[in-house]
């Protein structure tokens, strides 16, 4: 349970959330109100299904979390800030088995996860939404370091695997040709890749 002066992230209460107000799936105060039936489950989504679902479930009156970053990305020459999952493909949902239910029905859902130690999810949940909440960059993709192995997983390089040799904004990539001792580098940004294990 997450008490009132852990709870604060440097506010002094906790701010009030009645089912009437606005709501946000970014908001996760809402989720980790304690007086609030249910229990927490961890939703695995289908692929870019996040926003949509917990918009879905919102709509519904379940409360979710989905914890975003804002980052900036460019796009046909122009930067623009996009909101980006955290958690690629995972939301929070506070709710009964009812409610449970209710998201696998959406279609957008591949699995609805019991959590067995609540009060640690919670406790977790409560250092992301610190996190979201604060100016500090965030680094949405943090397997992806410099010096890891790494696939392409879409887009017109798909496939392709390399080594990360430099990453900030946007990666950079190098695809060795071993047998000539030369490789080829390509900037790429860091949501179309996986590491390799």
């Known amino acids: 349970m997450v008490g009132s002066a852990i709870f604060d992230c440097g506010r002094e209460d906790p701010p009030a959330h009645p089912l009437?107000?606005?709501r946000s799936p970014f908001d996760g105060t809402r989720i980790l109100d304690s007086s609030l039936e249910g229990q927490l489950w961890l939703v695995h989504t289908k692929p870019r299904q996040e926003k949509a679902l917990a918009a879905d479930l919102?709509?519904?009156?379940?409360t979710v979390f989905l914890p975003v970053a804002k980052f900036r990305r460019k796009y046909g020459g122009r930067t623009t800030e996009v909101r980006l999952p955290l958690?690629?493909?995972?939301?929070?949902?506070?709710?009964?088995?009812d409610q449970?239910?209710?998201?696998?029905?959406t279609h957008r859902v591949v699995n609805v996860i019991d959590v067995v130690d609540q009060d640690r999810l919670s406790s977790s949940l409560h250092q992301i939404l610190c996190l979201t909440n604060s100016t500090e960059p965030v680094d949405v993709y943090?397997?992806?370091?410099?010096?890891?192995?790494?696939?392409?997983?879409?887009?017109s390089l798909k496939g392709l695997e390399g080594t990360v040799i430099r990453k900030r904004n946007v990666c950079r990539v190098s695809i060795a040709v071993e047998v000539l001792g030369q490789s080829a580098e390509v900037e790429i940004d860091a949501s179309l890749l996986e590491v390799i294990e």
């Open 100 to 105: 449970r239910l209710t998201a696998l029905r």
């Open 142 to 155: 943090p397997g992806i370091r410099t010096g890891k192995r790494c696939r392409i997983i879409r887009g």
């Open 87 to 97: 958690f690629p493909s995972y939301l929070f949902l506070r709710g009964d088995l």
């Open 20 to 22: 009437a107000a606005t």
């Open 58 to 62: 919102e709509s519904l009156r379940i």
